[in-house]
């Protein structure tokens, strides 16, 4: 079955800080990685996302960092709020497929 | 656009019984899925209909099944319910073939007692 593997399961970042969530999958046909970020008692919601043909992808604070040859993805937060106080989840679609593979999740605690 | 709609968002059933959840996609949206999600087991996926056809199925037992209707819309069917069975049940829908178009619902809350 394909995996992704997430780590770390949570992470307690000081406000300001930068948040940091490592993803690797074994599938080289994953063509695609979105990272999604669920607040309790709502769906996980599209945070940013990127194809292996670039290496870095930043929208706003966010920043996605790609390894194809490690095999590996990457989400900084920089400037971390108490506002970004929420489950993350790395996922990945099954090639040529619909359903997303996702990750096991990190819970970030971002104190004041 | 209004986004995915889940209902119930929160139901209470006991062992054995069963439990029919629903869910409306995006407008022109064609593809559905339902995603199991655990604290334990995380996001899994459970089957996924477009144009009302299964196209893909998870590794659940036969006792989860589902079903799309001419409007998109899905519900999904779970029978002989066990304590296991309690989680979030997430719908999500996409415009197309892409996975990466995939917006969530809300989720039905199931506690199975």
């Known amino acids: 079955q394909q995996q992704v593997k997430q780590s770390p399961q949570s992470l307690i970042v000081q406000k300001g800080g930068i948040s940091i969530i490592n993803c690797a999958y074994e599938?080289?046909?994953?063509?695609?990685f979105p990272w999604y970020q669920q607040f309790p008692g709502k769906g996980p919601a599209l945070l940013i996302a990127?194809?292996?043909?670039?290496s870095e992808k930043k929208e706003g604070r966010f920043t996605i960092s790609f390894n194809k040859s490690a095999k590996q993805f990457s989400l900084h937060i920089m400037d971390s709020q108490p506002g970004d106080s929420a489950t993350y989840f790395c996922?990945?679609?099954?090639?040529?497929?619909?359903?997303?593979?996702f990750g096991k999740g990190t819970r970030l605690s971002v104190i004041a | 656009k209004a986004g995915v709609t889940q209902t119930p968002r929160y139901l209470i059933k006991t062992r054995g019984q069963q439990v029919t959840l629903s869910c409306s996609p995006i407008?022109?949206?064609?593809?559905v899925s339902w995603y199991q999600q655990t604290p334990g087991q995380g996001l899994q996926f459970l089957f996924e209909?477009?144009?009302?056809?299964?196209?893909n199925k998870g590794n659940f037992p036969g006792r989860f099944s589902g079903r799309q209707f001419s409007n998109s819309r899905s519900e999904m069917n779970v029978s002989t319910l066990e304590l296991g069975d309690s989680a979030l049940y997430l719908c999500?829908?996409?415009?197309?073939?892409?996975?990466?178009?995939?917006?969530f619902g809300p989720g039905t809350r199931l506690l199975v007692l």
């Open positions: 990127i194809r292996p043909d670039v």
């Open positions: 999500a829908s996409s415009s197309g073939l892409a996975a990466e178009t995939q917006y």
């Open positions: 209909y477009f144009s009302e056809t299964q196209r």
């Open positions: 996922a990945a679609p099954t090639p040529g497929n619909t359903p997303l593979v």
């Open positions: 407008s022109g949206h064609r593809s």
């Open positions: 599938n080289t046909a994953f063509d695609y």
